[in-house]
């Protein structure tokens, strides 16, 4: 059962840093953070290769924010620099089997989401 956890969540203000984690069960898959604001659809934020060689991000957050992934540790984390109000959300972890890791691309499994909340 693949199982995905998520940690550094929490609040700061704007154009402060955090740095999300996500600790997987799996690590031959594509993975991609996806974050869900109040009364919005869920967005794909960033999406990082099997390999770690290839990387995706939403305009949105294109130069902001960074995907990687370390083997070692089986983590994937997303670096957030330059964090605007508009970027407070429910950010959301995920693994997919196909190895895509773009908007589109399938994502099979999820974790639980942790907070993040960016005051003006």
């Known amino acids: 059962q693949v199982q995905l956890v998520e940690s550094g969540g929490g609040l700061v203000q704007a154009g402060g840093s955090l740095r999300l984690s996500c600790a997987a069960s799996?690590?031959?898959?594509?993975m991609g953070w996806f974050r869900q604001a109040p009364g919005k659809e869920r967005e794909f934020v960033a999406g990082?290769?099997?390999?770690?060689?290839?990387?995706y991000y939403a305009d949105s957050v294109k130069g902001r924010f960074a995907i990687s992934r370390d083997y070692g540790k089986n983590r994937v984390y997303l670096q957030m620099n330059s964090l605007k109000p508009e970027d407070t959300a429910v950010y959301y972890c995920a693994a997919g089997s196909s190895g895509s890791y773009s908007p589109h691309s399938v994502f099979d499994y999820w974790g639980q989401g942790t907070q993040v909340t960016v005051s003006s």
């Open positions: 990082i290769s099997r390999s770690g060689g290839g990387t």
């Open positions: 799996v690590r031959s898959y594509a």
